[in-house]
């Protein structure tokens, strides 16, 4: 979904609100209430509508009275709403959404998506993790031909690797080139994002006391953890 800088029409055949061109032309999830629309966001309802771009936004009203925009974005496959930043910064740099454009995946009609977070439990229950089969394949018996995560309207290829007793890593790659470089990514309870470099959890003071030295040299970072409660990457072996 090269989403948000699309325009979008009334479509009078099939009466319902839709992106004017590309792949994408399923019904957005929107509600139509006296003539304005809305959608579901997060539990609360709010009114969208697009700029002179074709960027989706939602009127809000901040705590100090003030109304104001904010961008949006719809998920391709579960029609999730999502903002498009989070706690004021944008959720994806450009570079990602260029990297997200580049990896993204088209739908295909004669391929069956399934989430099946609930076949993972160590990833927790409310991840989405979509597996993607052949439309004859049988979801219990076969396996599937890839697994896919949503990231800013689109669907791009994971893959899932055990990291000893510290759990799963996520990664998302070129599925045309899979022994290209992969980039790791991470659920932050509503979404899936990019991993940052560096846990927050991290002091200053303690930030400042590493010097140059002590890092580890040579380290595969695909092969550590995802951060801990703490913020520390562990490897197989369990050193933090």
């Not at 997060?42 to 104001?68: F, M, T």
């Not at 990833?123 to 979801?139: C, F, M, T, Y």
């Not at 070129?174 to 509503?190: A, K």
Request: aromatic fraction near 10%.
């Amino acid at each position: 979904m090269t989403s948000n800088h699309r325009r979008i029409i009334h479509d009078q055949e099939r009466e319902i609100l839709r992106f004017s061109e590309g792949a994408d032309v399923s019904a957005l999830n929107i509600q139509i209430q006296e003539g304005d629309a809305f959608i579901t966001l997060y539990g609360d309802k709010y009114p969208i509508s697009h700029d002179a771009n074709g960027r989706l936004q939602i009127l809000v009203k901040y705590k100090s009275g003030e109304h104001g925009y904010i961008g949006v974005y719809q998920e391709i496959f579960s029609r999730t709403w999502q903002l498009e930043t989070k706690n004021s910064p944008p959720v994806y740099s450009r570079s990602q959404r260029a990297l997200i454009q580049r990896l993204k995946l088209p739908l295909n009609k004669n391929y069956r998506y399934s989430i099946v977070s609930d076949r993972y439990p160590r990833a927790g229950p409310s991840k989405h993790i979509i597996e993607v089969r052949n439309l004859q394949d049988d979801v219990l018996t076969t396996a599937p031909l890839y697994m896919a995560i949503e990231m800013y309207g689109e669907l791009v290829p994971l893959r899932v690797v055990m990291t000893g007793k510290h759990g799963l890593r996520y990664q998302i790659y070129d599925i045309h080139h899979p022994m290209s470089p992969s980039y790791l990514v991470i659920w932050d309870g509503r979404r899936w994002c990019f991993e940052r470099w560096t846990s927050p959890h991290v002091s200053r003071k303690l930030s400042e006391s590493i010097s140059p030295v002590m890092f580890a040299k040579n380290i595969d970072e695909s092969t550590l953890s995802a951060p801990d409660a703490q913020g520390i990457k562990w490897t197989v072996a369990g050193r933090g």
